[in-house]
């Protein structure tokens, strides 16, 4: 089988599923769900990540500044991925489908909303927010990958992207935090050089103490 035949397959199932997707795009659960998985969307994920990493910081917790450091600089990547496939490749979403009966594939096209099915950020993101978080807390990877699998889901029945799109924002999710892992190592040293230059100032170590003796312990 030849890979443009494997192409044509690939493409024949999405637009199957799009079809049968759109049947319950306007369900109530449906759009709830689907805005409920916009907190995957790129300004929402560099925030937490942001945030994360100043909590951290500022607390003096070395793990919660290394997840907040991890989560942000593999969304960061996931999505500079994505934008740069974005950019090439031209997909128009199965909304335009359903609503106009039109499907348009190409490359080095349009970049508008419409045409940038392929692939999926908000996927991407997910999923390399909840194998950064993972990696520092082991303990919540079913929670975080739930969520991820979520989030993906949800873009199919309303009618965000293709199955395929989904598939290949999972990969970039994926490849994007192994990325950060693998880096981690020479950027870890300049997170402890900071939280050791910030627990030297006198007023923010004063802060954690009273943080710290108002906090019941287990």
């Known amino acids: ?111 508008d909303g419409p045409f940038s099915s392929f692939p999926s950020g908000h996927t991407a993101d997910a999923v390399s927010a909840a194998r950064a978080m993972a990696r520092v807390y082991p303990g919540a990877a079913m929670p975080c990958y739930g969520a991820a699998a979520s989030i993906a889901a949800i873009q199919i029945p309303r009618c965000a992207h293709y199955p395929s799109d989904i598939a290949a924002g999972a990969l970039i999710g994926v490849a994007a935090e192994a990325a950060v892992d693998r880096l981690w190592p020479q950027v870890a040293p300049a997170l402890d050089v900071t939280l050791h230059a910030l627990d030297r100032i006198e007023p923010l170590r004063d802060v954690r103490r009273r943080v710290a003796e108002a906090v019941p312990r287990p």
């Not at 969307?41 to 907040?68: F, K």
């Not at 934008?83 to 499907?103: C, F, Q, S």
Request: aromatic content about 0%; overall charge negative.
């Open 1 to 111: 089988m030849s890979v443009q035949s494997i192409i044509e397959t690939v493409e024949d199932a999405d637009i199957a599923v799009a079809h049968e997707a759109a049947e319950i795009r306007h369900h109530p659960v449906t759009q709830a769900l689907g805005h409920l998985s916009e907190v995957a969307d790129q300004p929402p994920m560099l925030a937490l990540g942001a945030v994360t990493l100043a909590g951290g910081l500022l607390s003096g917790d070395r793990r919660v500044a290394e997840a907040g450091a991890r989560l942000l600089a593999s969304v960061a990547l996931a999505t500079a991925i994505k934008t740069a496939i974005k950019r090439t490749v031209v997909r128009t979403r199965p909304h335009v489908l359903a609503d106009e009966g039109r499907y348009e594939t190409g490359l080095m096209g349009s970049t």
